[in-house]
């Protein structure tokens, strides 16, 4: 059986990066573009309309920013993954972006290959990030103190915590430990909350820094 398509969803205030990305998606064999959008405002209503797998979101747009767009989109808990699109100048950016949920972010002047290998990896679950954008959300957490909060987990949220830290979805780590997903589900809020972190990504990168990823 071929693989599933992943549908990507298009957010940029400049119509010939969008073009340009378009041009390049489409020839994947395993990507379509389903639509674009020129602002947050526009790429959240469309998000939530054309329920794609996968949003390219540039950060800097004119009215709704791309990082307010994702707050928006967790706030709606729309599934789909947010891929960032930043130049290099605007990595001060990053973080917060990440913080409102975001996958990954990639350079606006990627390789187009790598860029598609980018979607492929946020679609499966990943978390894609430059060591120093790690390294600044990881110091972000050691100043909050977060290290002690891991002696609150109970084993299996410990479990499940660490397959959260090796990308894993909720279906995946119900089948990886025979439970259902409203089960793992609720231990993801509850490593969340005991953590005092407000997302996987987060809790991904608590998990490889205190040593609780597999």
Do not use: C
Request: charged share 30%; proline share 3%; aromatic share 2%.
């Amino acid at each position: 059986m071929a693989d599933k398509i992943i549908r990507v969803l298009l957010v940029d205030d400049h119509q010939v990066v969008r073009r340009g990305l378009r041009t390049f998606l489409e020839i994947q064999d395993d990507i379509e573009v389903v639509g674009e959008a020129s602002d947050g405002a526009e790429g959240v209503a469309r998000t939530e309309e054309l329920r794609p797998d996968v949003v390219l979101m540039d950060i800097k747009m004119p009215g709704t920013d791309g990082i307010e767009a994702l707050r928006k989109l967790r706030e709606l808990e729309n599934p789909a993954k947010v891929l960032i699109v930043t130049s290099f100048t605007e990595q001060r950016t990053v973080v917060p972006a990440l913080r409102a949920g975001a996958s990954g972010y990639v350079y606006k002047d990627v390789d187009p290959d790598a860029l598609a290998g980018a979607i492929r990896s946020v679609n499966a679950g990943h978390v894609l990030l430059q060591p120093e954008v790690a390294g600044a959300l990881l110091a972000q957490d050691d100043a909050g103190g977060g290290t002690g909060r891991g002696s609150t987990l109970t084993e299996r949220e410990r479990e499940v915590l660490g397959l959260i830290a090796d990308g894993r979805s909720n279906r995946e780590i119900a089948r990886a430990l025979v439970l259902s997903e409203k089960t793992v589900k609720t231990h993801v809020s509850n490593i969340l909350m005991k953590l005092d972190l407000s997302d996987r990504t987060q809790a991904a990168l608590w998990a490889v820094r205190h040593g609780a990823a597999g």
